[in-house]
């Protein structure tokens, strides 16, 4: 079942209550109940293999670079903890870490009249990062009311000169390139944010400010990426208001330039805030940006990433209504919500905000509330050290999605129909792992134990394994063992579809991959005009069986082609794949599927990637062969 592309779906959810299966609610998302069910079954089969396309023989992507998964900041240092440093980001998989202490030129040269530079503070805390995270540094000259290095009221430097040598000689430091380096330098800074938050004081000229310092670092650093400082509102309610009065303006005066990544940040409630939407203004806070992105002539595809998201646990003094008090359990369920969603929406990286470790403003305010670990200080404390359950949580998402292709990764289905159901896909060693979630809070008539049970098909493999990402421990004081602290399930597959039971927990739904068909990828590069043939190769291990039939088809233009007459996912009308449908004698087969085609002119003169597949399908045309030694394709002008 791929939602994105193919053009039939059903997906049954109905409520458990008592353990007893009662159905008090169906929904189908059928878009056409006139085919056969076992044309539902194969067009099901037939997206999944085609949307395979990351395999051995394509290019692969730097993983740490390309890991969502990032903290403000990673590192830990509170006085007694026994592992401070980035001993925890490590074991959970944090990939980026957005430092605590921003380079500030009021820090690095406190005297304007003396023109020496003092790093020590700033080097001892980049010496000892681990390789595997990348670091996303903060640059400016001062913050938004300390530092007496701006032209009162403005983010002006008061030298623009002295502020560009500051920033050269900073940037230049840390860029790991060999010049002027840092003696010892571990990991080289190649993401500079500039400030942050300009919208959370009532200064002004700030795009001139973020012109400036994106101009310094690329002078330097040309492959350096620039963030502009986060927008802020941080919370739900008024903040498309907030945006408006305060941060549009700068993007209108940087009118489309100096920004390589747009930054937002995102705090809240855990009762369905991760969604993204300004409940005043009832829209989507990203839909929001990025038109007002658009509108100020910025690219349609800028990156934006979220460096400071997060929500608490306990209950944190002097928060308004409807804010409440947070269990544990709650904060580690809405944090995996609030990577796997925006990611779905193509938000590029996520930063947990603030720290690993709980402690920022030491009032037992909310963010004294929002680490994963304790710091033993203030309400609802278990102690310094102890882990809470989001710990763990953060743990599992990592162990099990690190790796994935993010671009595949797909909202199936979001909660519509008043069912609350969430499903998700995303591509990883070229399987589908599938997440999905129950918004038990949006529930008029919810009661805790209540169930829900989805009905899942198009799936290729004889069983499936549901992993719970939070422990079963109540607190993460009680979890002992992390490798059996989840709780998971086994469900037999029937015909490509399983039934399975949601409690209020995510999971995360894994595939057997025994018995799956190889595949492989193969890509050119055609421009309108262009002829080209294809050939595939199988090697067939059965020597007395034939296998049949073989599809091949085409991923282009981002729609999926399968056979004539059928075009799910809004193709061009320009153009129809031919497939072939042969038996596959013993031995080794080569055949002609596609000799010649001309792809037609149609004005678009840009170069396309065209990738083929090859699908195998057993003669009922309902589960997957496997076990075949060779795939592999040819193909020519």
Not at 65 to 84: C, K, M, Q, T
Request: glycine letters at 8%.
């Amino acid at each position: 079942m791929y939602y994105g592309a193919c053009s039939k779906k059903d997906i049954r959810i109905r409520l458990l209550t008592g353990g007893v299966q009662t159905c008090r609610r169906e929904t189908c998302f059928m878009k056409n109940r006139k085919f056969l069910f076992t044309e539902f079954i194969l067009s099901c089969l037939m997206v999944i293999t085609v949307t395979v396309f990351l395999c051995s023989s394509c290019p692969a992507a730097d993983p740490e670079v390309e890991s969502p998964f990032g903290f403000h900041p990673a590192r830990i240092l509170v006085d007694g903890y026994a592992h401070n440093g980035f001993h925890d980001a490590e074991t959970i998989g944090v990939k980026w870490h957005r430092r605590s202490i921003y380079f500030f030129w009021f820090l690095i040269q406190p005297d304007l009249d003396d023109p020496e530079y003092f790093y020590t503070f700033f080097d001892n805390q980049m010496i000892d990062v681990p390789p595997s995270l990348t670091i996303l540094a903060n640059i400016g000259p001062e913050s938004s009311g300390i530092g007496d290095r701006c032209v009162p009221g403005t983010w002006i430097p008061i030298d623009i000169d002295e502020y560009i040598r500051f920033v050269h000689t900073t940037v230049e430091r840390y860029d790991g390139d060999g010049i002027d380096d840092m003696p010892g330098l571990p990991v080289p800074i190649k993401y500079w944010q500039v400030g942050n938050e300009p919208d959370n004081t009532i200064k002004t000229d700030f795009a001139q400010l973020q012109r400036i310092t994106y101009l310094a670092i690329k002078q330097v650093c040309p492959d350096c990426t620039v963030l502009c400082g986060g927008a802020t509102g941080g919370f739900p309610s008024n903040y498309i208001d907030h945006f408006e009065t305060w941060f549009a303006p700068i993007l209108d005066d940087l009118d489309g330039r100096y920004i390589d990544v747009f930054d937002f940040h995102w705090y809240g409630s855990a009762s369905g805030d991760y969604r993204l939407m300004d409940p005043a203004a009832d829209e989507s806070v990203l839909e929001h940006i990025r038109a007002r992105l658009t509108e100020a002539d910025f690219p349609e595809d800028i990156p934006i990433w979220i460096t400071e998201m997060g929500t608490y646990s306990g209950d944190p003094t002097n928060l308004p209504d409807p804010y409440r008090f947070q269990s544990e359990r709650e904060q580690a369920q809405d944090i995996f919500k609030r990577f796997i969603y925006p990611l779905s929406q193509k938000i590029g990286r996520i930063f947990c905000a603030f720290g690993l470790i709980e402690g920022f403003g030491g009032a037992d305010g909310y963010f004294d509330h929002t680490g994963l670990i304790y710091d033993g200080l203030g309400s609802n404390d278990l102690g310094l050290g102890i882990r809470k359950l989001s710990y763990f949580t953060y743990w599992k998402m990592t162990e099990k999605l690190e790796g994935s292709d993010w671009s595949t990764l797909r909202m199936l289905h979001d909660g519509t129909d008043s069912d609350h159901m969430y499903l998700f896909s995303v591509k990883k060693d070229n399987q589908d792992i599938y997440i999905a979630w129950w918004d038990y809070y949006d529930e008029s008539d919810y009661l805790p134990g209540d169930r829900k049970t989805m009905e899942l098909c198009g799936l290729y493999s004889d069983e499936i394994q549901v992993t719970s990402v939070v422990p079963e421990a109540n607190i993460g004081f009680w979890v002992g063992d992390y490798a059996t602290a989840f709780h998971s399930d086994s469900y037999p597959v029937s015909n490509g579809c399983v039934s399975m039971t949601l409690s209020e927990d995510p999971v995360i739904i894994e595939q057997s991959l025994e018995k799956g068909v190889t595949i492989t990828c193969a890509t050119q590069s055609i421009h309108p005009g262009d002829t080209f043939w294809v050939k595939v190769y199988l090697t067939n291990p059965e020597q007395d069986a034939v296998i049949r039939p073989l599809f091949v088809c085409l991923y282009v233009y981002g729609c999926y082609y399968f056979w004539p007459g059928w075009t799910p996912y809004n193709p061009p009308e320009h153009y129809t794949i031919d497939y072939v449908n042969v038996d596959i004698p013993p031995g080794v087969s080569s055949i002609d599927v596609i000799n010649p085609i001309t792809w037609p002119d149609t004005g678009d003169q840009i170069g396309r990637d065209l990738y083929f597949f090859a699908a195998l399908l057993n003669p009922e045309m309902t589960a997957f062969w496997g076990d075949y030694d060779t795939i592999s394709f040819d193909y020519g002008p």
